[in-house]
């Protein structure tokens, strides 16, 4: 099975800043690699897949990067709608398909 | 517009059968390319795969559960459902339901693009 690792567990930014959210698969996932956003009480929501494809009406200041075992997701300019949990997920080698464990994002 | 909605029991004793359903509107559970997935939270963890379900009546199973769990589908009343036998307490979540769009127009590879708003089951005498 293939372990995803995100860091920070926790990102304090201010509105307006940027965030660099990271994920490290245990072995290479190619670019077969997806980022959800979950609000509290609510399901996830697909962000990112193919590491850097934005999925349908999906802001452009969410952007994905990375290949093989180390990805990024990038928020250029936090709206106060984007503080949540990201979690990756991999989807190259199954089964299964894996999460990390995600990474909070909160206000400073 | 493509929605899932999850039902069943919110509380099940141990060692029972946690028993689920995913009813699917907007949309066919018997199209082609797509996979209808369950899918599990725990209180403040993680995200866990479960299995899924294709139409042709193919279905794939994460290893730590497959012992004990089934997924089905009823394409007569566009649903699909989870049983998870023997369960205990670590089987307390949240349960969604999820489709992959994985071919055709608009696909985004094994990724789960539509969710459900999950359902929250406790194991508990």
């Known amino acids: 099975e293939i372990v995803m690792t995100q860091s920070p567990v926790t990102l304090s930014v201010s509105p307006g800043e940027r965030a660099t959210l ?63 949990v990201y979690y990756c997920q991999q989807y190259n080698i199954w089964p299964p398909w894996t999460f990390g464990q995600g990474t ?5 | 517009q493509v929605q899932l909605q999850e039902s069943g029991p919110g509380l099940v004793k141990p060692s029972q059968t946690l028993s689920l359903t995913c009813t699917v509107s907007g949309g066919s559970i018997s199209s082609g390319g797509f996979y209808w997935n369950w899918i599990r939270q725990p209180a403040g963890k993680g995200l866990e795969w479960i ?70 089951v406790t194991v508990s005498s």
């Open chain 1, 22 to 84: 990271s994920c490290r698969a245990s072995q290479s996932v190619s670019n077969n690699l997806a980022w959800y956003q979950q609000k509290p009480g609510q399901a996830p929501r697909l962000l990112i897949y193919g590491a850097s494809t934005r999925a349908t009406g999906i802001p452009a200041r969410f952007s994905g990067s990375g290949s093989g075992t180390e990805f990024t997701l990038t928020i250029s300019s936090l709206l106060s709608e984007d503080f949540a």
């Open chain 2, 51 to 120: 299995g899924r379900f294709y139409t042709s009546g193919s279905t794939n199973y994460n290893p730590s559960l497959k012992s004990r769990v089934t997924i089905s589908g009823d394409t007569s009343k566009n649903q699909f459902s989870l049983q998870l036998n023997s369960v205990t307490a670590a089987d307390t979540a949240v349960y969604y339901c999820a489709r992959v769009h994985y071919y055709g127009s608009g696909s985004s590879g094994d990724t789960f693009d539509i969710w459900g708003q999950g359902t929250m």
């Open chain 1, 104 to 108: 909070k994002v909160e206000i400073k």
